[in-house]
Antibody, heavy 119, light 107 residues
Framework: QVQLLQSGSELKKPGASVKVSCKAS????????LNWVRQVPGRGLEWMGW????????TYAQGFTGRFVFSLDTSVSSAYLQISGLKAEDTAVYYC????????????WGQGTLVLVSS | DIQMTQSPSSLSASVGDSVTITCRAS??????VAWYQQKPGTAPKLLLY???RLQSGVPSRFSGSGSGTEYTLTISSLQPEDFATFYC?????????FGQGTKVEIK
């Protein structure tokens, strides 16, 4: 079964860091760009950027530079989102997603990882 | 960046009704729209792409149309499982951008 499997919810204090993982199952992680999408509770979807899974080159959307880092470990078919210097406004569900069908839309999504930032 | 303005933000409808959701882009995006359905606590699900192309496994009561800057998602004969929030997304240029969402509720 084709899936993207994300790591579990995280509770972090302001200023801490978090690393969210996204593991491809039933398909190859490579050959498809891996996107990250943020959803603040009760709000809409926001594209954070993507990582080229062939060469590891990341592209960050405006507003997601500096504290956000995309990375890969192709040996375990996994992509990662690391956020440093966490702020309360980083509280959100973070999704990984790819476009295996090359449709332009995101046809495969992880289940989402809730990152809660609270003192 | 291309802005996607989605309307309405919410609507109430009954099982069996037909509903239409509209997205307007800030510039022409030739047939480069995807539509998603999201239920509470779950990831979005791709319904259509390329404005009119139904994703595999999606019921045919979902359809898309439009051109230029204006695109619509129509759900004919709403079913109980269709009550959710729907989002449009342009895939014409980077960054891909989403509409604000339309919550379809039971009347």
């Amino acid at each position: 079964q084709v899936q993207l499997l994300q790591s579990g919810s995280e509770l972090k204090k302001p200023g801490a860091s978090v690393k969210v993982s996204c593991k491809a199952s039933g398909h190859s992680l490579t050959n498809y760009g891996l996107n990250w999408v943020r959803q603040v509770p009760g709000r809409g979807l926001e594209w954070m950027g993507w990582i080229n899974t062939n060469n590891g080159y990341p592209t960050y959307a405006q507003g997601f530079t500096g504290r956000f880092v995309f990375s890969l470990d192709t040996s375990v078919s996994s992509a990662y989102l690391q956020i440093s210097g966490l702020k309360a406004e980083d509280t959100a569900v973070y999704y990984c997603a790819n476009d295996r069908g090359r449709t332009g839309g995101f046809d495969t999504w992880g289940q989402g990882t809730l990152v809660l930032v609270s003192s | 960046d291309i802005q996607m303005t989605q309307s309405p933000s919410s609507l109430s409808a009954s099982v069996g009704d037909s509903v239409t959701i509209t997205c307007r882009a800030s510039q022409a995006i030739p047939n480069s729209v995807a539509w998603y359905q999201q239920k509470p606590g779950t990831a979005p699900k791709l319904l259509l792409y390329g404005a009119t192309r139904l994703q595999s496994g999606v019921p045919s009561r979902f359809s898309g149309s439009g051109s230029g800057t204006e695109y619509t998602l129509t759900i004919s004969s709403l079913q109980p499982e269709d009550f959710a929030t729907f989002y449009c997304q342009q895939h014409y240029s980077s960054p891909p951008t989403f509409g604000q969402g339309t919550k379809v509720e039971i009347k």
